[in-house]
């Protein structure tokens, strides 16, 4: 049977990342994955430009049981840290917009920096390899589609279960479950939202829309971009708020965020009062949306026609739309999965299992989650980087 020191299941960002770091102290690494190439995640994120990390990583911007659970592993390896690693493998970047941090050209420099990372300090990438059954024998015995390996540490890196046609999958809340650890409930995160047949009727025709919004889900709100679509919604906004929202809760959503829409549409008409009211609409919003918000509150004609109450109802049409989504467009197309291995069975600062020595969870499995924009990147660079230091 095959020996090692460091046995890490999927060659995502956390596991090679994990790898390069538990290899660089010299220990033997052997990375497993049933994908055909490292690191696809990595490859399509960002468009294909990688939104590798955010310059924030305040606690608020992760989703967990326990929220805190991952500062340790944030403050210890910080955006700082990889965009240092980036500029030393020659790979050029920019932020955009709220700290988000891209790749000038393809998301594969990251891919192929890793790759050679793992192959200087010697660890070997397998991949094409599917995963059996798992225990503990003095350490673990793993078998797999090309024969067992013992490992006296494992790591699992095997991401959740977003985006199944790239092979995702259940293996590490199974492989969790069968050693006793407990994991929270799982569902799809960042992930547009979708309507009722009977919604969707009266909002197709705005299907490719985009406007900014401001978008409220409970006392949680996201100003960014909304996009309707043939489903329901999406866009930046939707994305951020469908890690909060819960099915059968409504969305209030401000259209015009920042635009006092009664003080404009009042002011409008006593300049241009012959103007239809949703042309008057139209000069603040797309006409195909104002159109829609006038119907909506059940207006008509010039705008001279139209009180102050009116005004005032159309005004809150706009900057209170509710709407009542059915449910998400699923794992087929969400970037991550909400929730995990619990992080009660972890140590915050290794991610090793606290009652089952030499096991280690990172990543995407792990119940952390998250806002858009390179935070989960920076928690698989961080937890993979914590890991590698012990395992």
Sequence with gaps: ??????????????????????????????????????????????????????????????????????????????????????????????????????????????????????????????????????????????????????????????????????GASGLGYRIAESFGVAVTETRPALVPLTFAEQDLARTAQMAGVAVPACVHAGRTCFNEALLFTHRGLSGPAILQISSYWREGAPLIVDLAPGIDIAAHLKAMRAESGRIAIHNALGRMLPDKLAAFLVENAGLSGRLADLGNARLDRLAAAVKQWQVRPVGSEGYRTAEVTLGGVSTAALDARTMAVKSVPGLYFVGEVVDVTGWLGGYNFQWAWSSGWAAGQVA
């Excluded at 299941?9 to 596991?15: D, R, T």
């Excluded at 606690?59 to 980036?86: T, V």
């Excluded at 990372?117 to 090309?146: H, K, P, Q, W, Y």
Aim: net charge positive; charged share 25%.
């Design 1 to 166: 049977m095959e020996k090692t020191d460091v046995l890490i299941l999927g060659a995502g960002a956390a596991g090679m990342f994990a790898g390069i770091e538990a290899g660089r102290r010299g220990r033997r690494v052997v990375i497993l994955d049933h994908a055909q190439a490292p690191g696809e995640k990595i490859r399509i994120s960002g468009g294909g430009r990688c939104n590798f990390t955010n310059l924030s990583t305040a606690p608020e911007a992760f989703l967990s049981q326990n929220p805190r659970f991952a500062l340790s592993a944030l403050r210890r390896y910080r955006p700082g840290d990889f965009i240092a690693r980036l500029d030393r493998a020659g790979i050029g970047w920019h932020e955009k917009t709220l700290g988000q941090l891209f790749c000038d050209g393809k998301a594969t420099q990251v891919v192929r920096m890793l790759v050679e990372d793992l192959r200087d300090c010697s660890a070997e990438l397998r991949l094409g390899v599917e995963i059996g059954a798992i225990r503990r024998d003095n350490g673990f015995e793993v078998a797999t589609s090309v024969g067992s390996i013992h490992t006296e540490s494992l790591i699992v890196a095997s991401g959740g279960k977003s985006i199944p046609k790239m």
